[in-house]
């Protein structure tokens, strides 16, 4: 009887660096699938065994964002104080362009020939 043997890759058993790489590149916004790619791993795979260092990533990440944003606030970046009203209260300045014509009266359109 002739042995069977299995295809495929060999286990992954990712080591403790190669898990802090994954929390790293999940922290600035790397895509899960790049992260597979980078670590020569199929997708789901790199869940199976990671899905602790991806979420936990993502979250320092965000968290730093939002501390970083914090900062800027407080300093009174205008850009960081708009996007936070935007974001959390829907306020969003808008701004608006109307033509008209010589003090104020209709706009006269001429063609040149």
């Given at each position: 009887?002739?042995?069977?043997?299995?295809?495929?890759?060999?286990?992954?058993n990712p080591t403790a660096k190669q898990r802090e790489d994954i929390k790293k590149?999940?922290?600035?916004?790397?895509?899960?699938?790049?992260?597979?790619?980078?670590?020569?791993?199929?997708?789901?795979?790199?869940?199976?065994?990671?899905?602790?260092?991806?979420?936990?990533?993502?979250?320092?990440?965000?968290?730093?964002?939002?501390?970083?944003?914090?900062?800027?606030?407080?300093?009174?970046?205008?850009?960081?104080?708009?996007?936070?009203?935007?974001?959390?209260?829907?306020?969003?300045?808008r701004q608006s362009v109307e033509n008209t014509g010589e003090n104020g009266g209709?706009?006269?359109?001429?063609?040149?020939?």
């Amino acid at each position: 009887m002739a042995k069977t043997t299995k295809m495929g890759r060999p286990p992954w058993n990712p080591t403790a660096k190669q898990r802090e790489d994954i929390k790293k590149l999940a922290a600035i916004g790397t895509p899960e699938e790049y992260i597979a790619e980078i670590m020569d791993v199929n997708f789901e795979t790199l869940k199976k065994h990671c899905q602790t260092e991806l979420t936990k990533g993502k979250i320092e990440g965000g968290v730093r964002a939002l501390n970083s944003r914090a900062k800027q606030i407080d300093k009174g970046n205008m850009a960081a104080i708009k996007h936070y009203l935007a974001v959390t209260h829907g306020i969003i300045e808008r701004q608006s362009v109307e033509n008209t014509g010589e003090n104020g009266g209709p706009l006269i359109v001429k063609w040149m020939d």
